[in-house]
């Protein structure tokens, strides 16, 4: 009986994620195959060589790395308090006496039991948590970027260029990794209501995400032949 109740969340939620966790695979092994087809590696190559003009020319671009710097704390320090909030909202439902499920039992499809319903509460949890641990942590590299790429270039200093870039990069790529757990945990919001709405939201995200994620076919062979043609300048 207990099978009849919950068999779609048992199906279409896990495959709704399965299929969000192939396609970050896949985009993970072409960052690290064919960066400069996707915004990730292009990203990342631009970032290098930003890194490396703020600091040739420091004496005239300090301010501009600080505030580019700060920019991106702001926005990781937005996306870990709406996470945290939205987890401090769903600790408040979870441990509330008033039961809010109540005014739903005949509209939602899939199981509403009260195992059922506390583990869509928690697995929604544990998702925007992880979000703002990225967050903070993107926070923390970033901060400490700020720092290193103002320290002047003395042949005895340890903050090269490329020690900087590193420490931004584990900046930039911890707060693309929070995002990305903000994103799939919205479809999750949605199983309050049954899992045939997170599986097709899931499903939907998939080729929104490539849209982002990758450069366009009729501008790849632009971008390589620059990439190439500025990786031989350095």
């Not at 703020?54 to 870990?80: E, H, Y």
Request: one cysteine or more; charged letters at 15%; aromatic letters at 12%.
């Amino acid at each position: 009986m207990e099978w009849r109740k919950c068999y779609l969340d048992v199906i279409l939620v896990p495959l709704g994620l399965f299929f969000s966790m192939v396609y970050h695979a896949w985009l993970w092994h072409k960052v690290k195959t064919q960066p400069l087809s996707t915004i990730i590696g292009i990203n990342v190559t631009v970032r290098r060589f930003w890194v490396f003009a703020m600091m040739k020319d420091n004496d005239k671009k300090n301010i501009l790395a600080v505030q580019t710097l700060r920019n991106a704390i702001m926005g990781s320090t937005l996306m870990a308090t709406t996470s945290i909030l939205l987890c401090s909202g769903l600790a408040a439902v979870i441990s509330s006496t008033y039961s809010i499920k109540k005014p739903l039992n005949d509209t939602i499809y899939g199981a509403h039991g009260e195992f059922m319903m506390a583990l869509k509460y928690v697995t929604i949890l544990l998702f925007f948590l992880f979000s703002f641990l990225c967050h903070s942590l993107s926070i923390r590299f970033v901060n400490q970027a700020n720092f290193l790429i103002n320290t002047p270039q003395d042949p005895m200093n340890v903050a090269t260029p490329d020690y900087v870039t590193e420490v931004l990069e584990k900046g930039s790529m911890l707060n693309t990794v929070g995002n990305r757990l903000f994103y799939t945990a919205l479809p999750l919001l949605l199983w309050i209501f049954g899992p045939v709405l997170v599986f097709l939201c899931s499903i939907t995200l998939v080729p929104l995400f490539y849209n982002l994620d990758f450069v366009p076919p009729t501008r790849k062979g632009k971008v390589n032949e620059i990439g190439n043609r500025e990786f031989e300048s350095v």
